[in-house]
């Protein structure tokens, strides 16, 4: 055998070998997100959830031994652009699972591209109800619709009771749920909505719109809409001098964000919140600093709501690729479809127990009020911070 | 007739031969790449929107140029959802209902604008397509409104017998539907126009007041292209919307949908049959694997650069021009 | 209620003017749809944003840069409007369709997709009256409508320039026989068109969110102040703004605040079935 031979021998040998030595590959996570565009913002807040979560867990030695590499996509705010993105990282990139995700424009496409890739998807910031009624067996959700409508619902009906109510919504598939499903369940305990109306995410002016309330008489508003919608509103609630009793947006106030943005003007509007560094559930102390350092350290500022949504949902796909591990089976979807379904975690955010159609069984909001600039928590009583003040006081009293 | 065919062929000219090349890859398509999801779905949204561009010609080759096709596009998506969704009819049917729907909403356009020539007929359906646009959006007891609609079936199943085949949930089965739909639909569009009905519309497009003085009912046949290129239009919505399962009005009845057909048509070659869908086969692919990943904002920018060339040095369209020089 | 209706309707109405002015002096001079003109007030928009935030620009100084940096895209736009031949109508609304696909994705490009607004808090502000309110903001709008309106009607009345893009605009062949450089009256009122844009620009970017796609609104709205005035009358386009303002302002009082948006299709199209050559006639 001549010496070219034999080194193409001694070559192939080496080769093999080396492919046999495992070093160990990666666990691919996928995550799509709106990282431009319209949800930019929040999508970027998610995507930095995750990115906690995922460092947190490869700081501990990784998954089973093999660290996680996490494939960010940008869906940038748009349904076919989350079709595509989904496409690509299920069918080219091959990831493991899926997370991130918000607005259900965006999830729902996504979550449809993973049930035919059979890849289980746990996303981050979905609340409509249709998503999980058929039965797509790899959609899972930390957040859910009814943790914001039932104590907006108790809230109103106990504390409040106003007179005459107004429930606005923006265009969009969450807030017009929201505002239905509150409709409805207000209607079971008794209380009426007296006017209900439907405006354009980003609407430059609502000026008529507070006309009719003005003229309505009305006494609480609660708006559906998102931060730019209730910056506008507010401030021009000011310029008319209208006074409600009280205003409460579910979305989009109870953020470090837009309290600065608003200054003054932003107190004793009402919100609904999941988790603050503030207030965590009972329990999670110590798992809550721990994030909020981590967070502090990676990104240099205080992580909000948002924040801790995006660590959810990837904590709940670690700790299922872990409970597979741990029974010896293989790292497949179906497998951690499986683990998905018989977890239980106690998370700052929520007691995480996926119910059969996927939804967070323990999920649901505080209702806040912002008072001096902080946020207080109000409703329920066991885990209040504060007390309401109702009604608000008229602008003309206020600076 | 040997000889017949024989001189055929040697008539059959390069660009023949590439179109041949073409229809083998689409077809052999699946096995070529091996399988791979993703590029088979990106080229299934390209045939896609090749049917969509061919139906917009339609329309186009009595000389109306339409701005805002999403409007049947959206109506055949909302209809045929609804209808699989609500009555639970087999997507064969809500699909062809759904082109019904459309045509409906055609007519209704018809009525109002056909009257309107040239600049302002685009104008008008520019307009247009807000109507249902809003009204859809508005009509939460029918549509549910903002919320969209999730957990659209699949494409439809196909039964022979007691073979079974659920092409919902193949993608490769998906793709070898529309890319037969496709190959219907331009089939269709060039029997019509080699045959009188589509000699009529390119009278009626070139000289429209000697066509009428022959006798040829200028206004019914700008109708009847309007209503054909509105049913398909509104065929193609409707399997979009089982191909993604998921839609709303944001999309369907987006500028997208109403840009994309009349760049691909006019770029294609608005007065010939297979430019519009060659436009979508080479530049819908080329977005999507060459552009987007180079610019993941700001891509699209490929199809207003196409369409200005177009407009500027090349009226025909890029397949209307191969033809020409032929 | 009414009164707070009407002054938010006529000063959104007068916005809408100023937005549509550039586009009706276009296309009444040269018959050009300029499909782009949302795109480009964006641009205009973007512009001052971008020396408002990263420049420190103060806000007033930032309508003569976008109008400066209008000026130079409408001309180079003239240039290539000029090469399109018949029908002009059509093929100037299918190229500027793609010039606006293209804007569109620069600024997508350069500007990334996230929602902009520009901040000034003295526009906010405004004098209390009995039963409304009316903000600097809203009486700058009323302020700045009426002053372009009325330049604009001294340029065209009282001026030999005026007098010849009048000309123009009632019949292009009969001008040019009268010893009217067509070509140069086309030029012109692209530039004038271009500078209105980049005055309404800025303004669009404190009242409304700034993003890529905002432009398909402005042009609908646009076409249809245009239409609705007339060709050629200037005057008839703050008329139409108004009466178009005041419209979207009774809709969401009658019908509801989702139902605004249709206001200006629904009136475009009433006007392209019923009077194409507009309501108020044809005379300029």
């Not at chain 1, 401030?235 to 608003?262: D, V």
């Not at chain 1, 955010?349 to 902080?374: A, C, K, S, W």
């Not at chain 2, 077809?27 to 790449?33: A, C, K, Q, Y």
């Not at chain 3, 604009?152 to 320039?161: K, P, S």
Request: aromatic share 12%.
């Amino acid at each position: 055998m001549n010496i070219k031979r034999w080194f193409s021998v001694v070559g192939l040998l080496l080769m093999v070998l080396w492919s046999q030595t495992g070093y160990a590959e990666t666990i691919k996570i996928g995550e799509i997100n709106p990282l431009s565009g319209r949800f930019a913002q929040q999508g970027l807040e998610i995507h930095q959830g995750v990115k906690v979560a995922v460092a947190e867990a490869n700081a501990a030695g990784g998954v089973g031994g093999r660290m996680l590499e996490l494939v960010s996509r940008d869906d940038q705010s748009q349904p076919d652009v989350a079709i595509a993105r989904a496409e690509e990282l299920c069918g080219w990139e091959k990831v493991l699972v899926l997370t991130g995700g918000y607005v259900d424009s965006l999830v729902g496409p996504i979550s449809e591209v993973a049930k035919k890739y059979r890849i289980p998807y746990v996303a981050s910031a979905s609340l409509q109800k249709e998503l999980v009624q058929h039965g797509n067996p790899y959609f899972f959700r930390v957040a859910r619709l009814q943790g914001f409508v039932e104590p907006l619902c108790e809230f109103l009906t106990e504390k409040l009771r106003p007179r005459r109510l107004a429930v606005l919504s923006a265009a969009t598939p969450g807030s017009t749920e929201l505002a239905q499903d509150l409709e409805q369940c207000l209607k079971t305990h008794g209380l009426s909505v007296h006017l209900a109306e439907k405006f354009r995410p980003g609407t430059p002016d609502f000026t008529p719109l507070i006309g009719k309330l003005a003229n309505m008489d009305i006494d609480v508003i609660v708006s559906a809409g998102f931060s730019p919608d209730h910056i506008l509103f507010v401030r021009q609630l000011k310029e008319n001098m209208l006074s409600p009793k009280a205003y409460i947006g579910p979305f989009g106030i109870a953020y470090e964000s837009f309290i600065e943005a608003m200054g003054a003007d932003a107190d004793y509007l009402y919100s609904t919140c999941a988790w603050d560094p503030e207030f965590t559930l009972p329990g999670t102390d110590a798992v809550s600093k721990e994030f909020i350092q981590r967070f502090q350290r990676l990104f240099n500022r205080q992580p909000n709501t948002t924040n801790m949504h995006g660590y959810t949902s990837a904590r709940a796909l670690i700790a299922a690729m872990q409970h597979v591990l741990y029974r010896g089976q293989a790292l497949t979807g179906d497998a951690i479809r499986r683990a998905l379904t018989e977890i239980e975690l106690v998370l700052p955010m929520e007691r995480l127990v996926f119910d059969q159609t996927g939804d967070p069984r323990y999920y649901r909001h505080v209702i806040v009020q912002i008072q001096n600039g902080r946020m207080k928590v109000v409703h329920p009583p066991q885990r209040a911070t504060g007390t309401a003040v109702y009604p608000m006081p008229p602008w003309e009293q206020r600076k | 007739m040997i000889k017949s065919i024989k001189s055929r062929i040697k008539k059959l000219t390069f660009a023949d031969s590439g179109l041949v090349l073409v229809f083998l890859a689409l077809l052999l398509l699946p096995v070529l790449v091996g399988y791979n999801d993703y590029i088979l779905q990106v080229l299934t949204h390209a045939l896609l929107l090749a049917t969509l561009a061919l139906s917009w010609n339609i329309l186009g080759q009595s000389g109306s140029v339409s701005l805002g096709h999403a409007a049947f596009f959206g109506a055949g998506a909302y209809g045929s959802a609804l209808l699989s969704l609500e009555s639970g009819l087999s997507p064969w049917s809500s699909i062809f209902l759904a082109g019904l729907i459309a045509i409906g909403l055609g007519l209704v356009m018809g009525l109002a604008c056909l009257r309107l020539r040239g600049a302002y007929f685009a104008l008008a359906s520019l307009a247009f397509v807000e109507i249902p646009r809003v009204i859809t959006d508005n009509w939460d007891g029918l549509t549910r409104g903002s919320l969209g609609l999730a957990g659209i079936p699949g494409l439809p199943s196909l039964h022979l017998g007691s073979w079974y085949l659920k092409i919902g949930s193949s993608i490769t089965a998906s793709y070898y539907l529309v890319f037969v739909y496709a190959l219907g639909l331009l089939g269709l569009v060039g029997f019509l126009f080699r045959s009188n009905f589509g000699l009529a519309l390119q009278a009626v497009r070139e000289e429209e007041t000697a066509a009428g003085s022959v006798g040829v009912r200028v206004d019914v046949f700008r109708m009847l292209s309007l209503l054909l290129s509105a049913f398909f239009t509104g065929i193609s919505g409707a399997c979009y919307a089982h191909l993604v399962s998921y839609i709303g009005c944001g999309l369907v009845y987006g500028i997208h949908f109403s840009a994309l057909p009349m760049v691909l048509a006019i770029c294609g070659g608005r007065f010939t049959i297979l430019g519009p869908a060659l436009a979508a086969l080479i530049l819908y692919p080329l977005d999507q694997f060459i552009f987007h990943p180079l610019l993941p904002a700001g891509h699209e920018f490929l199809y207003g650069l196409v369409l200005i060339l177009t407009v500027l040095f090349l009226p025909a369209g890029l397949w209307g021009t191969i033809r020409k020089n032929a | 209620m009414w009164t707070t209706v009407i002054v938010s309707g006529i000063s959104l109405g007068s916005f809408y003017t100023l937005i549509a002015l550039g586009f009706a002096l276009i296309y009444g001079v040269t018959r050009n749809f300029n499909l782009a003109h949302g795109e480009l007030l964006v641009l205009a928009g973007y512009v001052a944003y971008w020396l408002w935030k990263s420049w420190a620009w103060p806000f007033w100084l930032t309508f003569p840069a976008a109008m400066v940096v209008l000026l130079l895209t409408g001309l180079i736009l003239q240039r290539i409007f000029s090469r399109l031949k018949e029908p002009l109508e059509l093929n100037s609304i299918v190229f500027s369709f793609g010039a606006a696909i293209l804007i569109q994705n620069g600024m997508l490009l350069c500007f990334t997709g996230d929602y902009r607004l520009i901040r000034v808090p003295a526009l906010h502000q405004g004098l209390r009256f009995q039963n409304f309110y009316i903000s600097y903001g809203q009486f700058t709008l009323l302020f700045l409508s009426l002053l372009v309106i009325g330049l604009l009607y001294l340029i065209m009345q009282r001026t030999y320039l005026g007098k010849a893009l009048r000309a123009t605009i009632q019949d292009k062949d009969a001008a040019a026989m009268a010893g009217i450089n067509v070509a140069a009256m086309g030029t012109i009122a692209f530039s004038l068109g271009a500078v209105l844009i980049g005055l309404a620009g800025p303004l669009y970017g404190c009242i409304h969110y700034l993003y890529p796609s905002a432009g398909h609104e402005v042009t609908l709205l646009a076409i249809t102040i245009t239409i609705f005035a007339g060709v050629g009358r200037m005057r008839g386009v703050l008329l139409a703004g108004w009466i178009l303002g005041l419209s979207e302002s009774f809709a969401v009082i009658f019908l509801g605040a989702s139902w605004r948006e249709m206001v200006s299709a629904v009136m475009l199209l009433t006007l392209l079935v019923l009077k194409p050559r507009g309501i108020l006639g044809n005379k300029p």
